[in-house]
């Protein structure tokens, strides 16, 4: 083989090398995406019914149940509201009224099943997701109200 056969080998081959690891570094990337809805968006039918992602907003007031170790809660972004179940412990922060941040899907029935609920850390927080999302729908609230 003449040296500028083998440079060319050698040049294809790393190319080749490089084109497999950098897809397999997409397709993990990707399968790790977690993206985030608010309810209305979900009721507006944006949000994938196949794959895990966040739903963020308030605990709607008077809707948490406890049976076993499953809560059933409400998310509302003040314009809609989504049914969650999440079966665990949930956070010592969590409150009705209060901002989640909830991972998990969405079943056929509209009910969102959490895998994850992540709640405020102090008075004053609300993740940013679920405070642009509430004010987003009060703005659109009172837009259609006028």
């Known amino acids: ?9 050698i040049i294809v081959g790393g190319l080749s090398v490089l084109g497999i690891a950098a897809a397999l570094v ?10 985030f809805f608010t309810p209305t968006q979900i009721v507006a039918g944006e949000a994938p019914r196949d794959r895990t992602f966040r739903i963020g907003g308030l605990v709607k007031v008077g809707t948490l149940s406890r049976v076993d170790t499953t809560a059933h809660f409400v998310v509302t972004d003040n314009a809609k ?8 412990i949930l956070p010592d ?4 009224g209060k901002g989640v941040v909830a991972q998990g899907k969405l079943g056929g029935d509209g009910q969102f099943t959490a895998s994850e609920v992540l709640a405020k850390h102090d008075e004053n927080y609300m993740p940013p997701e679920a405070k642009y999302a509430v004010d987003q729908a009060a703005k659109t609230a009172k837009t259609l109200k006028q």
């Open 1 to 9: 083989m003449k040296p500028r056969h083998k440079r060319l080998a």
């Open 26 to 35: 997409l397709n993990a990337f990707n399968s790790n995406l977690v993206f």
């Open 81 to 88: 509201e989504i049914p969650v179940a999440y079966t665990g």
């Open 93 to 96: 922060l969590f409150k009705e």
